[in-house]
């Protein structure tokens, strides 16, 4: 039996109670009725309830609703503070003869114009391929490419003097395409290939055999709160910068590495981001270094804030992929053999390439066993922005290569694809075969045999899929499809050394807590999750916890908060510190009360002993009294990881996410318009923290998911310059693009790895799970392609993401 036999997952509705495909028994067969779910009664907490595992608001919702939150626009602006804007090149490649900035200097109100000549320390920002320029130095490499700043008294003042200076540049030849990298053989990175077992001769003896080639485009990371930096010169030569970032230790890094000075001098301050998705991991550090160069120069704060525009100009993408490949399989649709190329354009340098191309690789095999198998990663330099780190990091760029091969494998045998997904799965838990991982990381924990049938029932699929046939045979111009595709993530950095945090925790002697971590919050909810685990430790009230702004003269040397793994690392060092402090106080009472340790309880903001219950606070109060330490640091790494670089084979994560989702989507044949009718996710967050939070996660995962494989198109001119830089041009998911019938339901098993709470990540596993709407999206193809004579085993050619211009061409295609 699985654990849905025995007990409900938590659920949330994100639209109406029913759909019409889904009939009420087939629901209530897979789904008894949950308790506890947000907002019910059941979840509302008494004052000594736990923290962890309740649906707690968001810690700064409050503020945020009533815009009371302050983000980096909103601080007040030191005396004197003046205003960047970036000088950018016009052309995606070119020799940079000469900047005339006198016209500029002469304009009202502005003070400097900052260039590479104007950086005391390294001209090259302090990466780890070090192959990015502060500035553009005698050649430009995309258009869009930061060659200086204007410092002015205004903002305004400030941009439009940067669009009057004057460049002098000899237009060079671009390489823009991933065709034209390959046939140039630019890289930013070298290549990498990864082998198990001889692909070619389990591709030649296959009975069944297929190749094709198609494309995934980039997206747009479109936070609210788009790039920005405040730096404050101190005094003798120490510096604040107040940055929206998801890395304040790499931003410090970087700023003193341009100042040419410690780092002990620059204190990195983030309180806050209107959201980051990856694109505040690295190139934050951009704003806050040329914001700290101009104010050197000028010699006074200055504040530097991309608007929309020159945001989407300036900054990194996700990587769009192009791919190759060969498969052969059996008549049930289990692959034999698998030769696949996965050809990342990176943008003109490095910046995370590496590891997003890596990860690729990781989750090219997603949720299914590849006996035979031959991977090659290319990592192709192009004349663009130098794409960066977004939700998922190379994840979904690799799973939608298997899912989309094994969506026309299905298609080809005329079978189920939902069948021929479930006979290549890994093998279940404890299952000795099929269970290693092309890069030799043995799967332990495979709930998807479970789960997917789950799913199944929960959804109705097979009674919707019939009635998909049949709406299909009856309508001539609206075409219906349905799916359901799976996700195994793994959850660690894929840079060990990434995988530490710290945190602080600190007592005050009225009873409340302050905690001051390595992560930052994004509105994922860390900071909540976080005071909820020292709420638990301490046995105090969650009101009584406070977490400050990430800063880096609190926890030095954070990791950046991405990966999914703000919660596992920075939930276990605060857990750690809390600990700390609790048996300091715990062995303060038995010193009192004359008895074990172990006796002494914690809760309710009380504490307990055989003898006597004593508040909280008064128990603060006395040791304090009896000088007993209050306060604590706590450090955690994660264990178990470990791998090859050089080959890409061991034990990169910790464990796995798993989920599923089954989307139903319906086209207009005659303008390729189409519609998502309906959602169904079952997801896997191990014992949850906050399931409140966590299905949010899940939900705003799922839609920007579905959002790049749909409506964000990314679009550069024949001269390498960006066409869709705002949101006039591209169009990223709203409300009105949410399925009325929009279900999430948490799979309720507890993480069999020693993580905070046994809980599991969920920040990029769930992006995945828009997968299925590109699935369902190319069997409605399919079923429109058979109404105009097409074979029905025909694959489905089909770039992403799939615009209405792009089904449109896909059904009038023919092989």
């Not at 111009?477 to 799976?486: D, E, N, V, Y």
């Not at 000088?627 to 090859?644: A, C, E, N």
């Not at 992006?767 to 085993?793: K, P, Q, Y």
């Amino acid at each position: 039996m699985t654990p849905l036999d025995t007990e409900a997952p938590l659920s949330r509705d994100a639209g109406s109670a029913a759909h019409a495909a889904t009939p009420p028994e087939d629901r209530a067969a897979a789904h008894p009725a949950s308790t506890g779910a947000p907002g019910s009664t059941e979840a509302r907490l008494h004052p000594g309830a736990p923290a962890l595992g309740a649906p707690h608001p968001h810690e700064s919702a409050c503020a945020q609703v009533q815009g009371l939150a302050p983000y980096v626009d909103d601080v007040a602006e030191p005396r004197g503070t003046l205003h960047a804007a970036p000088i950018l090149s016009p052309v995606a490649h070119g020799r940079l003869k000469g900047i005339d900035a006198s016209a500029v200097l002469a304009l009202p109100g502005v003070r400097a114009v900052v260039t590479a000549d104007d950086i005391p320390g390294d001209p090259i920002l302090a990466t780890f391929v070090h192959d990015e320029p502060i500035f553009a130095r005698e050649v430009v490499q995309f258009a869009g490419q930061v060659i200086g700043l204007v410092v002015a008294d205004t903002v305004q003042a400030a941009r439009h003097a940067a669009r009057k200076l004057k460049l002098d540049i000899e237009p060079l030849p671009a390489i823009l395409t991933v065709e034209q990298a390959m046939a140039a053989q630019s890289f930013v990175l070298p290549p990498v290939t990864v082998k198990r077992g001889d692909a070619r001769a389990a591709l030649a003896a296959a009975p069944h055999r297929l190749a094709g080639r198609f494309a995934v485009g980039g997206q747009e990371h479109f936070y609210l709160e788009g790039q920005i930096a405040l730096a404050i010169p101190q005094e003798q030569n120490q510096w604040q910068v107040l940055s929206s970032t998801q890395h304040p230790g790499e931003v410090q890094h970087w700023v003193a590495h341009a100042l040419g000075i410690a780092s002990h001098a620059v204190r990195v301050e983030c309180r806050r981001m209107g959201g980051g998705f990856g694109g505040k991991e690295t190139q934050a550090g951009h704003l806050a270094v040329w914001a700290a160069l101009a104010a050197r120069k000028a010699g006074a704060p200055v504040k530097l804030r991309l608007d929309r525009d020159d945001d989407f100009v300036v900054t990194g993408k996700r990587h769009p992929f192009a791919y190759d490949y060969e498969v052969g399989f059996d008549g049930t649709g289990r692959l034999q053999g698998l030769k696949i190329s996965l050809m990342a354009n990176c943008g003109f340098s490095a910046d995370l390439s590496g590891p997003v191309a890596d990860r690729a690789v990781f989750h090219v095999d997603n949720a299914y066993y590849l006996a035979d198998v031959e991977v090659h990663s290319y990592r192709c330099k192009t004349h663009t922005q130098s794409h960066t780190a977004f939700r998922g990091f190379g994840g979904p760029q690799g799973v939608i290569a298997i899912e989309t091969i094994l969506g026309d494998v299905a298609r080809v045998l005329g079978r189920d694809a939902l069948d021929v997904r479930m006979a290549n799965l890994y093998g279940p838990r404890g299952a000795t075969e099929r269970n290693t991982t092309h890069y030799q990381m043995q799967v332990e924990d495979n709930i998807l045999p479970d789960l997917l049938p789950k799913l199944e029932l929960l959804a109705g699929y097979r009674r919707r899929q019939e009635a998909v046939l049949a709406w299909n045979a009856a309508n001539a111009h609206l075409k219906r499809g349905i799916a359901i595709t799976p996700v195994k993530f793994g959850i660690s950095f894929t840079a060990t050394l990434f995988n530490q945090a710290g945190a602080l925790v600190h007592v005050y002697t009225d009873g409340s807590v302050q905690v001051n971590h390595g992560g930052t919050e994004m509105g994922q909810g860390l900071n909540t999750k976080v005071a909820q685990v020292v709420a638990d430790e301490l046995g105090v009230p969650l009101a009584s916890v406070l977490v400050t702004a990430a800063a880096t003269d609190k926890v030095p040397n954070a990791s950046a908060t991405a990966a999914s793994s703000g919660s596992d690392l920075n939930g276990k060092a605060a857990q750690a510190a809390a600990r700390t402090v609790r048996g300091n106080l715990a062995a303060f009472v038995c010193g009192l009360d004359g008895c074990g340790a172990g006796e002494v309880e914690f809760h309710g903001g009380r504490v307990v002993t055989p003898k006597c219950t004593r508040g909280f606070a008064e128990v603060v109060r006395e040791a304090y009294a009896n000088r007993i330490q209050l306060w604590s640091d706590g450090f955690y790494r994660t264990p178990k990881i470990h791998y090859d670089k050089l080959t890409l084979t061991g034990r990169p994560f910790f464990y796995f996410a798993y989920g599923a989702a089954c989307s139903e989507v319906a086209i207009d044949t005659l303008t390729g318009e189409y519609r998502v009718l309906a959602v169904d996710i079952l997801h896997d967050v191990g014992r949850s923290i906050n399931p409140a939070i966590d299905i949010g996660q899940i939900e705003g995962a799922f839609v920007q998911g579905m959002g790049w494989l749909t409506t964000e198109e990314l679009v550069w001119n024949a001269k390498g310059q960006l066409a869709t830089k705002a949101p006039s041009t591209y169009k990223v998911p709203t409300a009105a693009d949410v399925p009325e019938h929009f279900h999430v339901h948490l799979w309720p098993e507890d993480n069999q790895e020693d993580t905070i709470f046994r809980s599991k990540a969920v920040g990029e596993p769930p992006f995945m799970l828009g997968i299925s709407v590109w699935e369902a999206l190319r069997n409605a193809v399919a079923a429109a392609r058979v109404a105009t004579g097409a074979d029905a085993r025909e694959p489905v050619t089909m770039d992403a993401p799939a615009t209405a211009e792009r089904v449109l061409g896909a059904i009038e295609r023919r092989s």
